[in-house]
């Protein structure tokens, strides 16, 4: 198993950046497949990012693709998502999510964080 704990989240005024990091516990971090999700009030969780378990690959929805960065660290055991050029409506909170395998991965999680809020102000 392996424990996610989210940081870095805020309010930040749109057009603004910020970095949230998820460090993980409790297993091999390498090993496993990340991803960041997000949940706006009223709505469904939907996916934002994946990275694969080297950091050599890389996915995104279409609605943040070019503004947010995903990447990890596996020697600190922690996976990061840059923001940038917020908009107000990526305001939600956010998670970050972990499973086995070597592959990107949109769906099928098994673990994860207790999220972090992000609120972006116009």
């Known amino acids: 198993q392996v424990q996610l704990v989210e940081s870095g989240g805020g309010l930040v005024q749109a057009g603004g950046s910020l970095r949230l990091s998820c460090a993980a516990s409790?297993?091999?971090?390498?090993?496993?497949?990340m991803g960041w999700f997000r949940q706006a009030p009223g709505k469904e969780r939907e996916f934002v990012a994946a990275?694969?378990?080297?950091?050599?690959?890389?996915k995104y929805a279409d609605s943040v693709k070019g503004r947010l960065t995903i990447s990890r660290d596996n020697a600190k055991n922690t996976v990061y998502l840059q923001m940038n050029s917020l908009k107000p409506e990526d305001t939600a909170v956010y998670y970050c999510?972990?499973?086995?395998?070597?592959?990107?991965?949109?769906?099928?999680?098994?673990?994860w964080g207790q999220g972090t809020q992000v609120t972006v102000s116009s």
């Open positions: 999510a972990a499973r086995k395998g070597y592959a990107l991965y949109s769906t099928g999680y098994d673990y």
């Open positions: 990275i694969t378990w080297s950091g050599g690959n890389t």
């Open positions: 409790g297993s091999t971090f390498s090993t496993y497949a």
